[in-house]
């Protein structure tokens, strides 16, 4: 059956980063769709239909009447939302699909490992958690370049208040030497994952972002941590 294909009306355009954008798509008149925290859209613009992009949802499944993707400036279709989308602009939008879906229940612990935009999603996660009161533990191993580089941390930092079962550790790889960041450096290895686990059994893992982390934490987690491949997610790019 085909996916539902509409144009929606950009009604929100905020600059997260320098090089990063969310965007607000509208839902029009009549619209009701169901779809899952965790899925993504695939959109393209009105004078160039084949030229279609797919990103993961920032916004969860509670957030009715409009849809948020974040992007980061990154090829033709990144580029041109970062540079030039704005309110009023109109882009074609598919219907949201995919598995890349939380498993929210009160003795799961969600251990999600993301780099640069791969956290999106799990911004997604957390919100549907959260406002749901839910006791699905959720703790998000973030690795960025420098503290300029952290996309949403002003949010993920009111979740980490809000929400006791939430939390959120930054590691960054490109600091100076003099940079007074107190928090963790270098890559995300084994000890930081091993250090926030405590039942395994009852732990699902997600990874989200570049090829080469999401291989990484596979490697860590199906293989070095012998972990069943039911319980790990992943979604990579380039």
């Not at 509409?6 to 509208?26: F, G, N, S």
């Not at 929400?163 to 600091?175: A, G, P």
């Not at 107190?182 to 059994?201: Q, S």
Request: charged letters at 30%; aromatic letters at 10%.
């Amino acid at each position: 059956m085909p996916k539902l294909t509409v144009d929606m009306e950009i009604v929100e355009a905020v600059m997260e980063l320098p090089d990063t954008k969310t965007i607000r798509l509208q839902w029009p008149e009549g619209y009701d769709v169901d779809f899952l925290t965790g899925q993504f859209i695939t959109v393209s613009w009105p004078d160039t239909p084949k030229y279609r992009r797919a990103y993961s949802l920032s916004s969860c499944a509670l957030d009715r009447g409009w849809f948020e993707v974040t992007v980061k400036r990154d090829g033709k279709m990144g580029t041109r939302i970062v540079d030039w989308a704005k309110e009023g602009d109109v882009m074609t939008v598919i219907q949201p699909v995919g598995k890349f879906l939380p498993v929210y229940e009160p003795d799961k612990h969600l251990v999600c490992i993301a780099g640069g935009s791969g956290v999106t999603p799990f911004r997604g996660y957390v919100r549907e958690a959260t406002r749901r009161g839910l006791d699905t533990r959720i703790t998000v191993l973030y690795s960025v370049r420098t503290t300029e580089d952290i996309i949403f941390n002003d949010e993920f930092r009111a979740l980490e208040k809000e929400n006791s079962k939430f939390e959120f550790h930054v590691t960054c790889t490109r600091l100076s030497e003099d940079d007074p960041w107190e928090g963790r450096r270098g890559r995300i290895d084994a000890d930081l994952v091993k250090e926030h686990i405590g039942d395994i059994d009852n732990t699902v893992f997600y990874a989200c972002g570049p090829n080469a982390l999401v291989e990484f934490a596979e490697k860590l987690v199906l293989t070095d941590m012998a972990v069943p491949k039911e319980q790990m997610r992943v979604e990579k790019w380039g």
